[in-house]
């Protein structure tokens, strides 16, 4: 996979501990159309502070990122070390700082050891050389399990460009606005505005439609960088090759959503949300997301129980309108209640089957209007207890 | 104890099981000035929507209620059975139908057994002569682990009177309005309307101050009982008595409240949250149950994880008004971050002593108002997963 004009690389800098890749660097050889959304966390890490002021420039030439710490309530030492980040590794580069975005991810509340930040730097930029995007989605697993990324390549008027994009995260999963970490790069050249709007628009089709455990972080994350490296003509909004554009966008970043998912902490189903005949889309993505965040729902997935009482008693209370006289519900394609009530011996017996399933689409519709919506969610499970009961040991 | 007037019966009905009491029946001697508060949920079981049409009135005589079947999502059937079974006590005691309340508990989307009700109505009516209030304290249980109840006594000019509560509700407890399954009796004189106002307060003080897993339920019911049998003159607002009875029934819910959280399915912990310095006291609100809610806290302090930088993460999506330099939290009398920072390393150590207690206060300021608030909670353990897995079977 080429995305023309970027390079990478990782390196340990034993943030938290040693022996593994924990700060990374992506880096365009010429600046990049840029757009970020960041968490609407009241309380924000310090690299979001500094990242969300440089992006208004537009424009943006490196990331550096770090797993191991969120330098997050870490207050003016926080601010510094963020900071200091930022010029060492512009001024290694021989860029502007506004033109550097910096991430972290990690625990929050401990002051980064900036001392071994600043000192791997040097080797960081230096590595660039031979590193892959790989690595990086790599650097930055904190408890994932998997690396996740996602390439999709076009081609417009003979002219190939590629969109890439990795993501990390596994717990403190409900983006809201935005979400735990993602970068996008790509070498199309797109109008500036129309990245914007498409990636917002991609974003809460995506990062924004999924939930874990409900806990909206203090460094969420998107980034996408677009370098104009593979020579296409620019791409536009209202065009051909703009609606391609926003399809292979919107792609990737789903892929990468579904991939946080389905590494959610201590998953083990995969749990698709589809809400439909509500007043509104805004009523359908309440109830959606009030299932999805359920934890008597989620144990209930774990556990293979057809208990799809509580699945109507999480609409119930999601503030949707809701005539409970008119909800129906299914697992993948068994309906388990119509007009509110149990479908039936029958069903009890097929839902099951569908439970035992790895992937489970469940359908709720609330028979009002044609607001629709779908979100993306696991299971809550033993391990997700163990992994957070822990966390920082 | 002795609460003049009233009486009580429980019977096994064997409504999910067999060997246990499951039907239970509290009788006034006279007509009781009766108020109530239901679930906010729009999925409402049919006994929420008989009992709330019931109390329009301002009495009621007969509250029956059952466990192992919450007659909820059961349709036009479920209603059936909820009216047939209200008549049927109404006429076994020669009382009118709406001065019957009736409340279920237990699995949601089944339909009751209703043959096994009806046969079991005549040897509930006749156990009144024997029962006690905690026969009913224990028929109403689920996944209780113990009977919830509580009792206190006083003296208004020389006549002495009572309130005694019940509860039952362990999961599915996230109060909004009202909660789970309490009922109150007193055999005080109250003005209605006063009876009325100190109620609901005093639900807001308690009931609707505690959450266990955030999911509201479709069968809350809050209900008192005040049949005036203790012969006092009647107590009305803005007296020394009134003032002394919304006391006793503050502290009558608050104990029952905290009894339901001290049994949160699963749970070995018991927090109270303090939220102060905040905009107004529903921001504080917001802020504490936020971090009530919140899966990565709930799951930390079961790991006596003194993990508190997601506390002010929380605090960040809670939707209040915050200033990140102005937080400070404390583990009881530990202060374990102050400006938004960690208070430092001796506040670790000291902070995870805290957290080995059973009993944990914490301690949030915002630093902004003079908002307050109050809520408990429970942790977040294996236990729950493996209560809520299963529930059905």
Redesign the interface.
Known sequence: MIIQGFSFSAVEAAIKKPGRKDLALIYSEVPAVAAAVF??????AAPVLVSSEHIASGFAQALIVNSGN?N????E??MKVALETVHSVASALGIDSTAVQVCSTG?????MPVERVQAAIPALVNGLTDGTLDDIAQAIMTTDTFPKMEVISCQVNGVQYSVAGIAKGA??IMP?MATMLSFIITDAAVEPAFLKQTFRSAVDNSFNAITV??????NDTCLILANGMAGNSLITDGTEEGNSFAIILNNVLLSLAKQIVKDGEGATKFIEIKVSGAKNDLDAKRAAMAIA????VK??F??Q?A????I??????SG???D??L?SLSFDDVCM?R????AGEDAEARGTEVLKQKDITVTVDLGIGIGAATVYTSD???E??????????
Do not use: P
């Open positions: 968490t609407t966390s009241t309380v924000k969120a997050a309530c870490t207050g030492q926080g625990v929050i509340g401990v002051q717990g403190m809201n455990d409900g806990d909206t972080s203090t965040n359920s934890s008597l144990t209930a774990f556990g129980d208990n799809w009482g509580r109507f008693a999480a609409v119930g209370y949707a309108e809701v409970q006289s909800l209640a007009n509110g009530i149990f809550l499970t033993h997700y207890v163990s992994i957070n009961a822990d966390y920082r040991s």
